[in-house]
T-cell receptor, first 110, second 114 residues
Framework: DTGVSQDPRHKITKRGQNVTFRCDPI?????LYWYRQTLGQGPEFLTY????????KSRLLSDRFSAERPKGSFSTLEIQRTEQGDSAMYLC????????FGPGTRLTVL | AQSVTQLGSHVSVSEGALVLLRCNYS??????LFWYVQYPNQGLQLLLK??????LVKGINGFEAEFKKSETSFHLTKPSAHMSDAAEYFC????????????FGAGTRLAVHP
């Protein structure tokens, strides 16, 4: 069991650029979640997938954000036209019942 | 709607002292409750969880938590703190079944001093 992996671990970008993050869940897990964590706060839910179906999206997920899980395995989270307020840690979790988290991708928007 | 309140954003204890991190939840349906720990620049690691059954739950690294429905609490304790326990701790709640999103508290940063 290799755990949840995320790539990249760190991303620095300029305001207005697009960024894409990848999450590889634990292999037998059918559910996959994305959360965002800002400094000094707990993670906040963004969206989740059961297999390839996106079943819930938070109001935090503006139209600049899009997530996919095309074959029910890995997932990508894309942010278009990044803003400084998007700077945060983006966490992915996968589950059969209990959610297990990856190491996160820290995004810094300059 | 569900919510979690963690009392005390910072807790400081001496090595060997009791650790008590407080968590109160709000839920209109029977909750599932979790404690996660986060070390700097890392993801969250599950410490323990309560689903159904025994209200005293034991987790990893000597931590335990007790579900008290009457007090809507799920406080985390450890009898004797170790330097390696210094980290951020998050309490979280989800609906029964555990398949839904986690609602996290704001976290408590635990410092352990010699």
């Amino acid at each position: 069991d290799t755990g949840v992996s995320q790539d990249p671990r760190h991303k620095i970008t300029k305001r207005g650029q697009n960024v894409t993050f990848r999450c590889d869940p634990i292999s037998e897990h059918n559910r996959l979640y994305w959360y965002r964590q800002t400094l000094g706060q707990g993670p906040e839910f963004l969206t989740y997938f059961q297999n390839e179906a996106q079943l819930e999206k938070s109001r935090l997920l503006s139209d600049r954000f899009s997530a996919e899980r095309p074959k029910g395995s890995f997932s990508t989270l894309e942010i278009q036209r990044t803003e400084q307020g998007d700077s945060a840690m983006y966490l992915c979790a996968s589950s059969l019942d209990t959610q297990y988290f990856g190491p996160g991708t820290r995004l810094t928007v300059l | 709607a569900q919510s979690v309140t963690q009392l005390g954003s910072h807790v400081s204890v001496s090595e060997g002292a009791l650790v008590l991190l407080r968590c109160n939840y709000s839920s209109s349906v029977p909750p599932y409750l979790f404690w996660y720990v986060q070390y700097p620049n890392q993801g969250l690691q599950l410490l323990l969880k309560y689903t159904t059954g025994a209200t005293l739950v034991k987790g990893i690294n000597g931590f335990e938590a007790e579900f008290k429905k009457s007090e809507t609490s799920f406080h985390l304790t450890k009898p004797s703190a170790h330097m390696s326990d210094a980290a951020e701790y998050f309490c979280a709640v989800t609906l029964s079944g555990g398949y839904n999103k986690l609602i996290f508290g704001a976290g408590t940063r635990l410092a352990v001093h010699p």
